[in-house]
């Protein structure tokens, strides 16, 4: 008689509860190590604590210095910052071109 062993893995964020991944795997765990690896991949960010991207753009739409300088910079349907436009075009800055919470952010996927 073989014993076989199933390992399931979950990875949830630690602010919101969302389920990010999850898979089973044969006679074989997966370590944290890769389980975070697999999580960045996906734009979550793993520390102290596992966070979402929907958390992440939360989060940096709430501390965001220029929102808090100019106004509110309106959002997307998914939930992104649509960014401040400059002064010669309706593009948005380049600052807020690197920001992680704005629409024309290109993730690296």
Do not use: L
């Amino acid at each position: 008689m073989a014993i076989e062993r199933t390992v399931e893995t979950d990875v949830y964020c630690d602010v919101c509860g969302e389920w990010i991944m999850g898979w089973k795997s044969n006679d074989v765990g997966v370590s944290r190590a890769w389980a975070a690896e697999y999580t960045r991949r996906r734009g979550g960010t793993v520390g102290k604590k596992i966070v979402c991207k929907k958390c992440r753009i939360k989060e940096r739409i709430r501390t965001c210095s220029m929102q808090r300088k100019i106004g509110n910079a309106g959002r997307d349907s998914d939930g992104t910052c649509m960014g401040f436009a400059s002064v010669v075009s309706d593009e948005p800055m380049e600052r807020c071109k690197r920001c992680i919470a704005c629409t024309s952010y290109q993730w690296e996927e």
